[in-house]
Nanobody
Framework: QVQLVESGGGLVQTGGSLRLSCAASGRTLSSKTLGWFRQAPEKEREFVAA????????YYTDSLKGRFTISRDNAKNTVYLQMNSLKPEDTAVYYC??????????????????WGQGTQVTVSS
């Protein structure tokens, strides 16, 4: 079992930045792909970014490339999401998730086995 706890959400003005963290406990995060998803009110949960177990490969939804950066520190069992130039449409609950590296895709919600409880990000206009 892997327990994931997100932190770092909050209220920020348009153009501001936030860094989300996701700390894992239980089993180590090595050999697992880590992802960030988000869910805005009345919308489906959508893929944001993912990172391979080694950290050498990263993936982003096209619309967020250049503004968001995912990274991980396996020694600290933590994954991060740096979010810059935030816009009101980035307002959502952000979830981190983990999946075995060897199965499924990096972008489908259904392929992730472990989920955090989410952290709220609100961007004011």
């Amino acid at each position: 079992q892997v327990q994931l706890v997100e932190s770092g959400g909050g209220l920020v003005q348009t153009g501001g930045s936030l860094r989300l963290s996701c700390a894992a406990s239980g089993r180590t995060l090595s050999s697992k792909t880590l992802g960030w998803f988000r869910q805005a009110p009345e919308k489906e949960r959508e893929f944001v970014a993912a990172i391979s177990w080694s950290g050498r490969s990263t993936y982003y939804t096209d619309s967020l490339k250049g503004r968001f950066t995912i990274s991980r520190d396996n020694a600290k069992n933590t994954v991060y999401l740096q979010m810059n130039s935030l816009k009101p449409e980035d307002t959502a609950v952000y979830y981190c998730a983990a999946k075995p590296s060897y199965s499924g895709t990096y972008y489908r919600r259904i392929d992730y086995r472990y989920w955090g409880q989410g952290t709220q990000v609100t961007v004011s206009s």
